[in-house]
T-cell receptor
Framework: DAGITQSPRYKITETGRQVTLMCHQT?????MFWYRQDLGHGLRLIYY???????DKGEVPDGYVVSRSKTENFPLTLESATRSQTSVYFC?????????????FGPGTRLTVT | RKEVEQDPGPFNVPEGATVAFNCTYS??????FFWYRQDCRKEPKLLMS???SGNEDGRFTAQLNRASQYISLLIRDSKLSDSATYLC?????????????FGKGTKLSVKP
């Protein structure tokens, strides 16, 4: 089925470990985004990508790395996880045509850093 | 100043009530505006776009005032299933660019 998927859905990791969150979309959307959602902060943009091999920082990029070698995948890596990165992470996508904006969010990944 | 500001609520209303949410945005160059709905522990989902002329989708009416940089959402005849957090969202950037900027959300609880 077409859609946007994230994996894993739940992850517990230790401080200092590297962890990668995966995001895959089947719509061939140009844009992909990573957000984190925390109580009191709402959704904050971490990184986004306008196309394969094009990425840019959002509001809270520190401690995260992204890549986009293929249009359909946009992995987010925490190079050395910290407790402050405990959060719910949402991946999203949208087509290049702004007029066809859709609320295309993945189901989220709940990450706990101990 | 936060780019998109909303009253966090919670709004506790009885079934059948009319409830209105407000939102202000700081970037006068913002291009597009939306309301999203988010249920507890789920992903946000697009509820409706907001146009300057105002638009309606069933019991939901959205309004945009560009001069005041103000967006509103009116829900008539509230249902229990309307209980959720409503996110005001602004799309910034020109051309095909643009990122969605989210407000922190307004929580609605509809009681029997």
């Amino acid at each position: 089925d077409a859609g946007i998927t994230q994996s894993p859905r739940y992850k517990i990791t230790e401080t200092g470990r590297q962890v990668t969150l995966m995001c895959h979309q089947t719509w061939s959307h140009s844009y992909m985004f990573w957000y984190r959602q925390d109580l009191g902060h709402g959704l904050r943009l971490i990184y986004y990508s306008a196309a394969a091999d094009i990425t840019d920082k959002g509001e809270v990029p520190d401690g995260y790395v992204v890549s986009r070698s293929k249009t359909e995948n946009f992995p987010l890596t925490l190079e050395s996880a910290t407790r402050s990165q405990t959060s719910v992470y949402f991946c999203a996508s949208r087509p290049r045509d702004r007029g066809r904006l859709r609320g295309n969010f993945g189901p989220g990944t709940r990450l706990t850093v101990t | 100043r936060k780019e998109v500001e909303q009253d966090p609520g919670p709004f506790n209303v009885p079934e059948g009530a009319t409830v209105a949410f407000n939102c202000t945005y700081s970037n006068s160059a913002s291009q597009s505006f939306f309301w999203y709905r988010q249920d507890c522990r789920k992903e946000p989902k697009l509820l409706m776009s907001v146009y300057s002329s105002g638009n309606e989708d069933g019991r939901f009416t959205a309004q945009l005032n560009r001069a005041s940089q103000y967006i509103s959402l009116l829900i008539r005849d509230s249902k229990l299933s309307d209980s959720a957090t409503y996110l005001c969202v602004v799309l910034n950037g020109g051309g095909s660019q643009g990122n969605l900027i989210f407000g922190k959300g307004t929580k609605l609880s509809v009681k029997p």
